[in-house]
Structure formats: C-alpha cells, structure tokens
C-alpha cells in the first residue's frame, strides 16, 4: 500500500480520474490522496484470493492505522498523506469511518432486502466520498453537502445496475429482494443471466429511480456552488451516460458491455469544466 496517490488513481483509469484532473495541482493533489484512500479500502474487501477473516483483520488494521494517521503517524505513507489533506482542507473525519463501516457491509451481506437497506450501503460506500471532496472544493451553501449525498447514491446505483452480471458472478446481488419479488424475478433467473420482459421492467424502475436521485442532486446544489463542484458535476454526466446506454442496450446489462471510453470521460470532462469556467 505504498504506491503514490497519483499513481493509484490514473492506473485505475476511473471516471474520478478524468472528472478531477482539471482541478488546481493543490486541489487535484487532495483528490488523488482521497480517492488513492476509496481504492485500496475497497481492495481489502474485493481480494477473492482471501478469506472473510483475513479481510476483517486487514480492515480492521486499515481503521486503526487510519486513526494513528489522524491523530499522529501510521507505518502507512498513504494514509500519513491523508491526514495531512484531512487537516488542511478541514474534513470531517465520520465520512472516513462511515466509508469503512460500508465496507464492512460488504463482508456482512451479500443480499439487500429492501431499498431503504440498499440506500444505507450506497451512502456509507459513496456519498461519504462526496462529502469528503465538498471539502476540497469548496462550497457556501449547506446545500451541497445534500448535492453529496444524493449524488453519492445515483452514481453507486448506477454502478449495481451496470454491474449486476459481474457481482452475481461474486455472489453478490444488490437488488432488492422484495423488487425483484414484485417483478417476479429471481435470484437464479440473475445467477443464469435470464434476459426477459420481467427483467426489463424490473430495470426500468430502478432506472428511473436513478434518474430521480439525478434530478434531486442537480436541484440540491446552489447557483453559487456550481462552479466550485463542476468536478463532481462531470462525475455526474458520466454516469448519466452510464445509463443512458444501459437504456439504449434495452436494459440488458448481461449480453452487453455497457461501459463510457476514456475519449468520452474526457470529453465530458474538459466539456463541463468549459461551461462553468466561462460561466464564471
């Protein structure tokens, strides 16, 4: 876990990647250390080649070097990093542990029951980075704090509905159970991949319920604050694309690679800076 900040996020080749490299060295520095951080918690629990236990312990040794970081020096060169970003830019410290406690779901649960329970994990793995980079940003309205959290939750949903194939292939389905009792569709129509008219409304509503997490972070965030979060803003177009080409593969993310090419994350990208740039 010694690899640089930067080194960890443009190997990743992730949509973060893209939307925060227009960002100033300072800002974009903070960015790459946080989600240098996101990526090797999210590791711990991903490495198939462990057992639950071993991943507990590492977890669980990423927590408590995470708190020596904070509170004075990890044997970690990363996490040493991010507590200096963590003071400089004044960052709450319950995003961190609540990213950690996520993950934690991870290794608990791999079934969700209702949405209410799903929307607890997309917000611990993912408005909890939100409202980690706010920081970086800068805002003046409480606002954006909700922009955060409502953005959080529309970009991981998107993400289970893209990922659906490959987490059933992990054993993991994150729908929830009682939607898909409602569509009547089931866990091992998922497990054998079973594309029909079921499985398209199914993805329909949870569609449009992404879309509506969209439209409620758009509205959130405040005039004065849109330039600030134009970053998080390409975020948000990228996976809007995201969707949108989930929809234009009729919904069925088994049979094809939905995915957006770095020339499009760019594009999106250096085209959303633009507009707030001259905006402002």
Same mark, same amino acid.
């Given at each position: ?45 991903? *490495? $198939?080649? /462990? ?5 507990? @312990? &590492? ?7 995470? %708190? ?108 929830? *159970? $009682?939607? /898909? ?5 089931? @866990? &091992? ?7 029909? %008219? ?83």
């Amino acid at each position: 876990m010694n690899d640089t900040a930067k080194e960890i996020a443009k190997t990743s080749k992730s949509s973060f990647y893209y939307a925060f490299n227009l960002l100033p060295n300072e800002k974009r520095d903070a960015m790459n250390t946080v989600y240098a951080f996101c990526r090797q918690t999210d590791d711990i629990v991903d *490495q $198939e080649n /462990l057992s639950v236990d071993i991943k507990y @312990e &590492k977890l669980h040794k990423w927590t408590y070097e995470l %708190e020596k970081a904070i509170n004075g020096h990890s044997e970690y060169i990363l996490l040493n990093k991010l507590g200096k970003t963590i003071s400089q830019f004044n960052i709450p410290l319950e995003p961190f542990f609540e990213l950690l406690k996520g993950m934690e779901m991870d290794l608990q649960k791999n079934r969700y029951l209702t949405f209410d329970d799903l929307k607890l994990y997309c917000y611990r793995v993912a408005s909890t980075v939100g409202l980690m980079c706010i920081e970086i940003f800068g805002y003046k309205h409480k606002s954006a704090k909700d922009f955060a959290i409502d953005l959080g939750i529309a970009l991981q949903l998107t993400n289970i509905l893209r990922d659906i194939k490959k987490d059933s292939e992990n054993g993991r389905i994150y729908l929830p *159970q $009682e939607e /898909l009792k409602r569509f009547n569709y089931s @866990e &091992k129509d998922i497990l054998s991949q079973n594309f029909n %008219e079921n499985f398209k409304e199914l993805m329909k509503y949870q569609v449009q319920r992404v879309e509506n997490y969209f439209q409620i972070a758009t509205h959130d965030l405040n005039l004065d604050d849109k330039y600030s979060m134009f970053a998080a803003r390409a975020m948000q177009h990228i996976y809007h694309k995201i969707l949108e080409k989930i929809i234009a593969a009729d919904y069925d993310v088994y049979h094809n690679n939905v995915k957006v090419s770095k020339l499009e994350k760019v594009g999106i990208s250096i085209g959303v800076w633009a507009k707030y740039s001259l905006v402002y």
